[in-house]
């Protein structure tokens, strides 16, 4: 058995299905087939029931799932710890972040943990509305600074940060001149929406609790900069935050703080069983700096 055969399995049983399982694997579906097959062959097991259209684990499948991630995470860290030991390269940890979320604290907090784990590079990668998990549902990522709330089983998260939401809304809107407005003066409003696959993100970006009829949907927008020239065009409104609204300040757009919304909090957020040893350190590093921050065992 193979380590690869080890992270093909362990990537179906996540996805449960050959097509999404082989995208994120960056291999083809055929191969990705063969490999398992071969896994069960050589053991005499089945992993998954097949069907035409679903894809299940089995019991004995279920219950080595557990083991062949904890098999990954000791390859993983000990390839890091190898390569720390070497001083040939330097270990590399993945950062998503949701585009406008933290962009100042993630500098911050990436020099801070170089300095003083100078063996570590941290790789940020920005992501837009399309995935705001920002690289964790696939595995791109092993930490994510996001927005909660995304939909992740396992997901845990150090909350880093609490906003207030505003109403962006074009230059001659009837309410661009208040000091304030409440969520209900708003839902009337055809509204610049995030793509569907952002899914219950989405839905809470539209103020979906608030709401008893569906949203007019104008122009959906994967990135501030789209929704911002949809805003200035008249198209519809956007719901953000505060410090959206301070790195997004374009002609044409007014931002109104909305007082009836509960805050928007940014954290960190993981899935354990994927965090490699240079996660963990990351995370010890920003609670030593930060103490006040806890975690929370889903981001909602």
């Not at 191969?31 to 998954?48: P, R, T, Y």
């Not at 998503?96 to 993630?106: F, N």
């Not at 995370?283 to 006040?292: A, I």
Request: one cysteine or more.
């Amino acid at each position: 058995m193979t380590v690869r055969q080890l992270r093909y399995f362990i990537v179906l049983a996540e996805e449960l299905n050959y097509h999404r399982a082989a995208a994120r694997l960056f291999i083809s579906q055929p191969a990705l087939s063969n490999a398992i097959k071969q896994l069960e062959n050589q053991f005499g097991v089945a992993l998954f029931e097949r069907s035409t259209r679903e894809v299940h684990l089995t019991d004995i499948g279920r219950s080595w799932l557990p083991e062949a991630r904890n098999a990954i995470d000791h390859v993983d860290a000990a390839v890091d710890h190898l390569s720390t030991l070497s001083g040939g390269r330097r270990s590399r940890l993945r950062l998503g972040y949701l585009i406008g979320t933290g962009a100042d604290m993630v500098f911050e907090l990436v020099r801070g943990f170089e300095a003083a784990h100078p063996d570590i590079a941290v790789d940020p990668v920005e992501y837009d509305f399309a995935d705001p998990t920002a690289g964790l549902a696939d595995g791109r990522s092993s930490i994510g600074l996001i927005r909660p709330p995304v939909e992740l089983p396992r997901l845990r998260s150090l909350v880093v940060d609490s906003e207030t939401w505003v109403a962006c809304l074009w230059r001659d809107h009837p309410l661009a001149e208040r000091g304030e407005v409440r969520i209900g003066e708003l839902l009337d409003d055809p509204i610049v929406a995030a793509p569907e696959s952002a899914g219950i993100w989405r839905d809470h970006w539209l103020a979906m609790d608030a709401r008893n009829v569906p949203p007019t949907v104008a122009a959906v927008a994967n990135t501030y900069e789209a929704e911002i020239t949809c805003v200035a065009r008249g198209l519809g409104i956007s719901f953000t935050t505060a410090s959206s609204a301070r790195l997004y300040d374009r002609p044409g757009v007014v931002y109104v703080p909305i007082v009836d919304r509960p805050p928007s909090r940014a954290a960190l957020a993981w899935i354990p069983e994927n965090l490699p040893y240079a996660g963990d350190l990351f995370l010890r590093h920003v609670r030593r700096q930060r103490g006040r921050w806890s975690d929370t065992h889903a981001a909602r």
